[in-house]
Every structure is written in structure tokens, then in C-alpha cells.
């Protein structure tokens, strides 16, 4: 199975910040990845697919960038609702798998 | 509205039965893929398995945790994906979520756009 691995595991930030998770594949995903917003008790909520394609109804700070095997997640101003823990998930070939996650805290 | 609606919460003992289900609504059942997620207290989300409800078929995470040990089906008839173990163990404490395929696309993979709002499973003595 593809290994799916974020960083950093959690860290620490500002309402304004400009924040950047990274998502790395074992191997070649092209461009079949997916990044998740979830927040406490919720079900997750798909923010970006297809590496860089921004969900309908998702705000226009989140913007995702790479492909093969590099990828990021970058929220450009971090306000207070953006606090949650973030998955990447490749879609590539089966198994489908998903990182670890970010947790996202407020400093 | 399209929205996915899971059954209730379960407890449950070690050994027992469980089906879970997911009512879809708001779109056509049979040309979109369904997973499966599991998420365990306080862990990550874990794949588990996908349906096509078309025609059926369906693939399994390898993972010991899933493979031969939960069976994934779905009902044209009333619009339903389910999730059910023969022989449940306390491992299989958790939410599980399913969600539907982004995508109207037998052929083609995608991610999830649409999940249920999770159904917790207890497994305990």
C-alpha cells in the first residue's frame, strides 16, 4: 500500500498566519490527492482534490500545489474556524490511504 | 439536497453482529462509488473499502483489521450502503463514516465530497 506521510504532526499558529502542511507518497501518485479539513466530532470536509482543484463553497485562502509524490496544503491567512486537523488521502490505486494528520492549534 | 444518512449508535459485546447502514438521497444511488472510513478514538481516518452499488463491486483494504473480517454491500432498491461484521472484537470500537465518490464515474477514481455524520460502534464486555 502507498504511505501518506504529513508534516509536521501538529504545530502552533496565529489568526493571520500563513500556514503550509506537507504530504509526502511513498511513491508516484500523480496528481490523485485530496486534502481534509476535520474538526472535533465532525465528519471530514473535502477542501481540495485532484492535488490542486479548490471544492466548491471552500474559501479561497486554502490553496493546495504539487504532484508525484510532493504535495502541500497552504492556508494564506489562518482565521479562527481554520483551527482542526488536516488529512491528505491519495486516490490513485487501491488501497486508498490517508495521512496521519495535522492538527492545527491556536498559539 | 444530496446528503448521506447514517444509522444510529451501537453497543455492543465481543462476538456479536452488527450491520450499519447509509441512506443516500439527493442523487442517483447507482453511479457513485461509496467508501467506507474508520476512525478510531482519538486516531486518524482509516480506509476500508469502497462499493459500486451499479453493480456491486466492491474492494477491501488488505488490512487485517478489514479483510475477511467486514463484508460492504449496498441496496438499490432503498438507496442504502451498509457496513456489517459477523464476529465483533473491542479493536472495533470507533466512528465509522461513509461517503460517496466526487465524481458520476464508474471507470474513473476521485475522492469524497458527500459524507454521512458517522455512526460510533462499542464494542465492550
Known amino acids: 500500500a502507498i504511505r501518506m506521510t504529513q508534516s509536521p504532526s501538529s504545530f502552533s499558529a496565529s489568526p493571520g498566519d500563513r500556514v503550509t502542511i506537507t504530504c509526502r507518497a511513498s511513491?508516484?501518485?500523480?496528481?490523485?490527492l485530496a486534502w481534509f479539513q476535520q474538526k472535533s466530532g465532525k465528519a471530514p470536509k473535502l477542501l481540495i482534490y485532484d492535488a490542486t482543484l479548490l471544492e466548491s463553497g471552500v474559501p479561497s485562502r486554502f490553496s493546495g500545489n504539487g504532484s508525484g509524490t510532493d504535495f502541500t496544503l497552504t492556508i494564506s491567512r489562518l482565521q479562527s474556524e481554520d483551527f482542526a486537523t488536516y488529512y491528505c488521502q491519495h486516490y490513485y490505486t487501491y488501497p486508498e490511504t490517508f495521512g496521519q494528520g495535522t492538527k492545527v492549534e491556536i498559539k | 439536497e444530496v446528503q448521506l444518512v447514517q444509522s444510529g449508535a451501537e453497543v455492543k459485546k465481543p462476538g456479536e453482529s452488527l450491520k450499519i447502514s447509509c441512506k443516500a438521497s439527493g442523487y442517483r444511488f447507482t453511479n457513485y462509488w461509496i467508501g467506507w472510513v474508520r476512525q478510531m478514538p482519538g486516531k486518524g481516518l482509516e480506509w476500508m473499502g469502497i462499493?459500486?452499488?451499479?453493480?456491486?463491486?466492491?474492494?477491501?483494504s488488505p488490512s487485517p483489521s478489514f479483510q475477511g473480517r467486514v463484508t460492504i454491500s449496498a441496496d438499490k432498491s432503498i438507496t442504502t450502503a451498509s457496513l456489517q461484521w459477523s464476529s465483533l472484537e473491542a479493536s472495533d470500537t470507533a466512528v465509522y463514516y461513509c461517503?460517496?465518490?466526487?465524481?458520476?464515474?464508474?471507470?474513473?477514481?476521485?475522492?469524497?465530497?458527500?459524507w454521512g455524520q458517522g455512526t460510533m460502534v462499542t464494542v465492550s464486555s
Open positions: 461517503a460517496r465518490r466526487n465524481r458520476e464515474a464508474r471507470w474513473e477514481t476521485s475522492t469524497y465530497d458527500i
Open positions: 511513491r508516484d501518485i500523480d496528481i490523485y
Open positions: 462499493i459500486y452499488p451499479g453493480d456491486s463491486d466492491t474492494r477491501y
